[in-house]
């Protein structure tokens, strides 16, 4: 169990009944949930159910159709007040590979408006202490994966977005991850992870929601354990597996 420490204010994220369709697909259908500041949320769901498309709306890179989202206690934020206030890893994320790690996070400080000084706070966070010089180019998967981390963590966010963050990650790097997860939230931030690794996301977040379109689950890690006879897995594919056979799931809260 983690320590409680107070969230930061206006560290909340509200979606409300929103809807999204490309065409013929219905990517998100109705969806309602919240993030609590100061607590990690796993965002758990199977290929094509609609997570991707959640976080670009949850990150202004698309709009809902129908319903609202709200933002660390406000509207979508523009993408300067994004920028300054939420911190995202992602795969898309694209990073000079010529550079070195020290320069690119030059480079992200600078377009933030952050002096230099946080530049070593944030690579002593991450543990690429050692590896300032080093090309982007020559970096393993995993110090890349550190130095979106790295980027991420400069403006001290409120809200930190991490999308499959333990991919090219060693068992070290694993267990690094997740001390990092559990401090973010100790230090107040609102934390959502997207993932498929349902063993790592149980040993690291408070809250779960799982999305098949619409939200078949949102609650506490612990009660969904608990439905599923004291097994994560269990309960997230009893709940997957039976929204594939309804065409209209019904929400189960907790």
Request: with cysteine; aromatic share 4%.
């Amino acid at each position: 169990m983690r320590s409680e420490h107070p969230p930061r204010a206006g560290g909340s994220v509200v979606f409300d009944g929103v809807s999204k369709r490309f065409g013929d697909h219905q990517a998100l259908d109705d969806v309602s949930f919240a993030l609590r500041p100061g607590k990690v949320t796993g965002l758990l769901g199977p290929n094509g159910a609609g997570k991707s498309t959640l976080l670009r709306i949850l990150l202004g890179l698309a709009r809902p159709d129908a319903g609202s989202s709200e933002v660390l206690g406000g509207e979508p934020l523009s993408a300067q007040e994004r920028a300054q206030r939420v911190g995202v890893v992602m795969d898309a994320i694209g990073f000079h590979p010529r550079v070195t790690v020290r320069r690119q996070l030059e480079i992200s400080a600078r377009s933030l408006g952050l002096p230099s000084s946080r530049i070593a706070e944030v690579i002593g966070q991450v543990g690429l202490d050692g590896a300032e010089r080093k090309r982007v180019k020559a970096c393993s998967t995993g110090m890349r994966q550190r130095l979106a981390l790295a980027v991420a963590l400069l403006p001290d966010p409120e809200l930190l977005i991490l999308d499959e963050p333990l991919n090219g990650l060693d068992p070290d790097g694993i267990r690094w991850m997740r001390r990092l997860v559990e401090r973010s939230a100790d230090e107040g931030r609102t934390v959502l992870i997207a993932s498929h690794m349902l063993s790592e996301v149980e040993q690291s977040v408070d809250d779960v929601v799982v999305l098949r379109r619409s939200v078949l689950f949102t609650g506490s890690l612990q009660e969904l354990v608990r439905r599923g006879g004291g097994r994560l897995e269990d309960a997230y594919f009893a709940l997957v597996e039976g929204a594939a056979a309804a065409p209209r799931p019904e929400v189960t809260r907790a």
